[in-house]
């Protein structure tokens, strides 16, 4: 039990850093009444314009000490309430922007994970029990080639093979609704990124499994006669899934990443280019939600992982 | 019933003669050779300018590649063969540079770590704890976009995104050497921490560490590539995911592949050979150290 609260307070402090860092850098760094306001953030004489600053200073709570400001903001944000965005009028709030984009990101990123995980576990299984015959060299080849190509170079190749000169799938993601009638839309993209992934899930199960075939348990088990299937998924995969499940923690964090970029490349309206779009215009809230998602994300996926690794092996439970 | 011989796992070891660095080392570290040779001189050696635009008169470019143009030109008709080479300089400028940043920082914080224990262990650990837990390129983008965009600044955000990975790998390679017999003998004649971390652990943990200086290069590149993606690279020049960008659109990528499929194949090829001679050296080294214990 103790294990598990440790862990709990452990997630909770990286999130409070992680927001503290995000948040102070943005707000010391850049600055906030310029970004509302464009150019005449900066006039003292204009009484107008100094109206106007006033105003701005109140609505978007500038005129509080930074240590406030941040207070205020995590109050809200734990409630679910993102605050404004830095624009002149603050509309839409930010919990809105990002209701609406974080769906396609979260679906693309989840049609990413499932097929990585379903390409690469049989693959690396089907490869760590034939090790160093012709067809796992083959297959070593075909790992190595995509784990040097980045997700990227990858997306592009496939837009042009598959897209372009193939014309089996749609190219330009449809913003069009309703979501989920677009999500076959979501395919290539979600290929690029699942590839390059499965193959170095490929690469470390296989390691792995070639060292669990060589135990004893696994003698026992074909001495009794089970099948072949039988005693690779079920003797032999469970003890050569640690440093799977570890990467899957890494890579959940990055596969947000990667989507990120894929999304740029095949126009999908999600948070990857809403951070793009909301860099570009300075609008500091926006970012710094984004922020928080990815890394929450990131948090959780790494708790989950934990969670996993005592369902594995009873013994890291002590 | 399948024959117990089909599940027969084999010995994962490596056969004797692969002491000896071959072919398969070779060619890779030859193509890596030949292209930061190439980089390094680009200004001496007889290439076009990559900023300069060859319109031929009455044809629209992009032109295909010909002897002229050896990867033919992009849509400004500005020569592809010599944009890439400029490129290269920027994008494996970044990569070593970062590299290189993230190791001196992450190894040292690592190896002090794992010698010296205690409250700073613990400061290191969850210092690197926080960086892995901040999406690197999430920190990436806040710092490019807060200070500016210049290969400086690029190169040493992608460094710290690198500090946490290092220096757990060498936290964890000192601590499994710092128990060891020569250092408790070094200790016990009265060596300094000074002097056991640059006499004693140095030269060990700097061979397991040695591979991932490769790995770690071709991941800079990537990560240089996906900022270009996201418009966030360098304000001016050429680097490889620029490039490659810029032949990304739908309707340049259908008429003339050329423009993005050039820079894909040179940045695949050298991403490969980096990380086959990472690889490589990782075996070969991890060869010498089973090799103790039979």
């Known amino acids: 039990m103790r294990f598990w609260g440790f862990r709990v307070g452990m997630l909770i402090?990286?999130?409070?850093?992680?927001?503290?860092?995000?948040?102070?850098?943005?707000?010391?760094?850049?600055?906030?009444?310029?970004?509302?306001?464009?150019?005449?953030?900066?006039?003292t004489e204009n009484p107008e314009n100094i109206v106007k600053i006033q105003a701005a200073k109140e609505q978007f709570y500038l005129d509080h000490s930074l240590p406030e400001r941040y207070g205020r903001w995590l109050g809200d944000f734990v409630t679910g309430d993102f605050g404004v965005r830095f624009s002149a009028t603050g509309q839409p709030p930010v919990s809105e922007v990002i209701k609406e984009r974080l769906p396609r990101t979260l679906a693309l990123s989840g049609m990413a994970m499932t097929f990585t995980l379903a390409i690469g576990i049989p693959w690396g299984v089907w490869s760590g029990s034939r090790s160093d015959t012709i067809r796992d060299r083959m297959s070593t080849g075909v790992a190595f080639f995509f784990v040097s190509i980045p997700?990227?170079?990858l997306a592009v190749v496939l837009y042009y093979v598959v897209g372009i000169r193939l014309n089996w799938l749609p190219l330009r993601f449809d913003a069009g609704d309703p979501f989920w009638q677009r999500i076959h839309q979501l395919v290539l993209p979600a290929i690029s990124l699942a590839l390059p992934g499965s193959a170095v899930y490929q690469r470390l199960l296989r390691t792995d499994m070639i060292t669990t075939l060589q135990e004893d348990f696994i003698l026992m088990a074909r001495a009794k006669g089970l099948p072949r299937r039988h005693i690779l998924f079920r003797h032999a995969l469970r003890p050569s899934l640690f440093s799977v499940v570890t990467l899957f923690g890494i890579n959940g964090g990055a596969l947000l990443g990667g989507a990120l970029i894929v999304e740029v490349i095949f126009g999908i309206p999600g948070v990857g280019s809403l951070l793009v779009e909301s860099i570009f215009r300075d609008d500091f809230p926006v970012v710094l939600a984004i922020v928080m998602i990815l890394t929450a994300s990131f948090v959780v996926m790494n708790f989950l992982v934990d969670i996993l690794y005592s369902v594995i092996d009873p013994r890291v439970r002590r | 019933m399948t024959s117990p011989s089909e599940l027969q796992a084999n010995e994962p070891t490596e056969p004797v003669e692969a002491r000896r660095l071959g072919l398969g080392f070779w060619l890779p570290m030859g193509w890596i050779l030949?292209?930061?040779?190439?980089?390094?001189?680009?200004?001496?050696?007889?290439?076009?300018?990559?900023?300069?635009?060859?319109i031929r008169p009455g044809e629209r470019p992009p032109y295909p590649p010909s002897a002229d143009h050896w990867f033919g030109t992009d849509q400004d008709a500005r020569d592809m063969f010599s944009r890439i080479i400029s490129g290269a300089r920027v994008s494996l400028a970044v990569g070593f540079m970062s590299v290189a940043m993230s190791f001196i920082v992450g190894g040292a914080l690592g190896m002090v770590a794992g010698l010296v224990r205690g409250w700073f262990d613990r400061f290191a650990s969850f210092l690197f704890l926080v960086l892995l837990s901040f999406p690197g390129l999430v920190l990436v983008i806040l710092i490019i976009v807060l200070i500016d965009r210049s290969v400086l600044t690029i190169s040493v955000t992608l460094a710290i995104a690198g500090i946490a990975p290092v220096g757990r790998l060498a936290r964890a390679a000192t601590l499994s050497f710092a128990e060891r017999e020569f250092v408790i003998a070094a200790r016990t004649l009265g060596a300094r921490n000074s002097r056991i971390l640059f006499r004693e652990l140095l030269p060990n943990v700097i061979i397991p560490m040695g591979a991932l200086v490769l790995l770690g290069v071709a991941a800079a590149i990537v990560a240089e590539g996906g900022l270009a993606f996201l418009g966030l690279s360098l304000e001016k020049g050429e680097t490889w995911g620029k490039l490659i960008r810029n032949g990304a659109g739908s309707r340049v990528l259908r008429d003339s592949p050329w423009v993005a499929f050039g820079p894909i194949t040179v940045m695949f090829l050298t991403l490969a050979s980096l990380n086959y001679i990472g690889d490589y050296l990782r075996d070969f080294f991890n060869v010498r150290e089973t090799g103790l214990g039979r």
């Open chain 1, 13 to 43: 402090a990286i999130l409070i850093a992680v927001s503290m860092l995000t948040f102070g850098a943005m707000n010391l760094l850049g600055d906030p009444l310029f970004n509302i306001l464009g150019p005449i953030a900066g006039d």
């Open chain 1, 151 to 153: 997700n990227f170079a």
């Open chain 2, 34 to 54: 030949l292209i930061v040779g190439v980089a390094l001189l680009a200004p001496v050696l007889p290439l076009k300018d990559p900023t300069d635009h060859f």
